[in-house]
């Protein structure tokens, strides 16, 4: 009986350990992804017309928005070099999230609610596809009553 006691108190004492350990590494983790996420991150990104649907809207002006950049500055600013209506600002502060989180564009111009954390433009985390690395903006918001673009790719400007 006593034997039996003991081997049930190792078992949850194994157990509680067991979650406390997943527990922080988790929390560690995620932070981490966050992190690596931001250093990838950082940089300039070109508009990839081949990837993104402008749809009829915006297609008329494609060779203009083709050299639309983006850059990501490590005070967590960003900056593009021209407005486009299909974004609703061109300059404000980005929130790189890990491996299970989205991004977060956060336009200057944009009067958002600071109860939801998660407002703002969703992106990916940089991506690789062949010698490339891509990001995703998921529907961003537009300017004023223009159309959303539902996926908008960038991808990163290599360093000569």
Do not use: H
Request: proline fraction near 2%.
């Amino acid at each position: 009986m006593k034997m039996q006691k003991l081997m049930l108190g190792m078992a949850i004492l194994s157990l509680i350990v067991f979650v406390f350990i997943y527990f922080v590494g988790c929390s560690f983790g995620a932070n981490t992804g966050r992190k690596e996420t931001f250093k990838e991150l950082l940089g300039s990104y070109v508009l990839d017309l081949d990837q993104t649907k402008l749809g009829a809207d915006y297609i008329k002006d494609s060779v203009t928005y083709k050299k639309l950049v983006i850059t990501f500055f490590p005070d967590s600013t960003f900056r593009m070099n021209m407005r486009v209506p299909f974004m609703y600002d061109s300059i404000g502060r980005w929130r790189a999230g890990n491996v299970n989180e989205w991004c977060w564009l956060l336009f200057d111009s944009f009067k958002y609610d600071d109860k939801n954390e998660n407002s703002g433009s969703q992106f990916t985390r940089p991506y690789k596809e062949k010698s490339d690395t891509f990001f995703l903006i998921n529907a961003a918001t537009p300017r004023d009553n223009n159309k959303t673009v539902s996926d908008i790719y960038f991808k990163k400007i290599k360093i000569q």
